[in-house]
């Protein structure tokens, strides 16, 4: 079993760069950042290698996570914003050697959410590049009672 460190939520009191330091003088080998897509990818790779650390997972870029919405990949209307932004995501994973991106299913109920949450994902395993595992995630009810899984 291997354990990642969530950069995103541990060690905030340090700039973005010293939590990989943090990661790895903790004994991490891995760890996982949120949202990547307003970092520089250069110094984050060289982060990573220099404390020798896989960036084993990111989340799909949800349309607005700060004002609540949790993704759209099971929003009906939202198919060619989810195809845009997952390939936005293939190349940050690739960039940065991610091995699992989390798609983000959103706030969204019924079966015509259920079609679209298939499709979606049916759609992003097709242009997955090879080796890169997609990941759905059941969020807890009581913090966001609308999410989709």
Not at 14 to 20: A, K, S, T
Not at 66 to 93: I, L, N
Not at 130 to 136: D, E, F, P, Q, V
Request: charged content about 20%; hydrophobic content about 45%; overall charge negative.
């Amino acid at each position: 079993m291997k354990y990642a460190a969530n950069l995103s939520l541990l060690w905030p009191e340090l700039p973005y760069l010293d939590r990989f330091d943090a990661a790895a003088a903790a004994g991490f080998s891995a760890v996982e950042i949120l949202f990547p897509y307003d970092l520089a990818v250069k110094e984050t790779r060289r982060a990573l290698l220099r404390n020798g650390l896989e960036l084993i997972l990111i989340n799909a870029p949800p349309p607005n996570y700060t004002g609540g919405s949790r993704g759209f990949a099971a929003v009906p209307g939202g198919e060619a914003r989810f195809r845009s932004d997952m390939k936005r995501v293939f190349r940050y994973a690739e960039a940065l050697c991610v091995s699992m991106i989390h798609v983000m299913a959103g706030e969204a109920e019924g079966e015509t959410a259920r079609q679209t949450f298939v499709e979606n994902l049916r759609w992003a395993a097709d242009a997955a590049p090879s080796g890169l595992m997609l990941n759905i995630e059941p969020l807890n009810r009581t913090a966001m009672p609308d999410y989709f899984l």
